[in-house]
């Protein structure tokens, strides 16, 4: 059976997409199993204006065959079927916490046909515009990979959303996992963050 695309689902400022399965996301408060420990690996800007992000060390995502990292004041969220790490305030001026959402799904597709599948999906999507450049098949944590990226309008705004897949393994083990990153078009430090994290995963084989 080919994997259909879901809706958009907003809990408690969590906005993800949703092109394999559901997330079932619930309230951004701020408990919760968040990361602690020391910082150990700052992400290097990519313009002299980005904010400097650093990142705790690597922890394995629930359920998904990959690890990330992430600022030690975000706040890790497990879900039935979802997993997210939030930051522990929103952007001022606006209700939208940056996060990142991961989902993983057996691999019912090719990769490219999931990306292309997600990328059908976003375009039928009201209120989304997809970034001109850095669309389609790409590389990330060593893996082949499908980028996409674009803005999204909502109630309060709008924000800025990437979304990564990837496909781990091979045969009946093979899991195709989607990281998705938002952050409110005008948070920079929040952006710097979601790309920090996204830029982190690698696979666990």
């Not at 975000?74 to 979802?82: G, L, N, R, T």
């Not at 490219?112 to 098949?137: I, P, V």
Request: net charge negative; hydrophobic share 35%; charged share 15%.
């Amino acid at each position: 059976m080919t994997a259909r695309p879901r809706a958009l689902i907003h809990r408690g400022t969590i906005w993800a997409v949703a092109p394999l399965m559901l997330l079932g996301l619930t309230s951004c408060g701020d408990n919760g199993g968040g990361q602690t420990g020391e910082s150990t690996t700052p992400n290097t800007p990519t313009s002299g204006d980005a904010p400097q992000v650093t990142l705790a060390e690597a922890m394995k995502v629930p359920d998904a065959p990959i690890t990330l990292q992430w600022p030690a004041d975000w706040i890790a969220k497990p879900e039935a079927a979802s997993w997210a790490v939030v930051a522990p305030k929103s952007f001022s001026g606006s209700d939208f916490k940056p996060n990142v959402v991961v989902s993983t799904t057996d691999c019912t597709q090719s990769l490219t046909d999931t990306g292309t599948t997600t990328t059908d999906y976003l375009k039928a999507r009201e209120g989304w515009t997809a970034d001109s450049e850095g669309q389609g098949e790409t590389t990330a944590g060593g893996l082949p990979s499908y980028f996409l990226s674009g803005r999204q309008k909502h109630d309060s705004g709008e924000y800025a959303q990437a979304v990564t897949v990837v496909q781990i393994g091979a045969g009946s083990t093979c899991r195709t996992v989607v990281i998705a990153g938002s952050s409110d078009i005008e948070d920079a430090t929040g952006s710097a963050q979601v790309k920090a994290i996204v830029g982190s995963m690698k696979p666990v084989t």
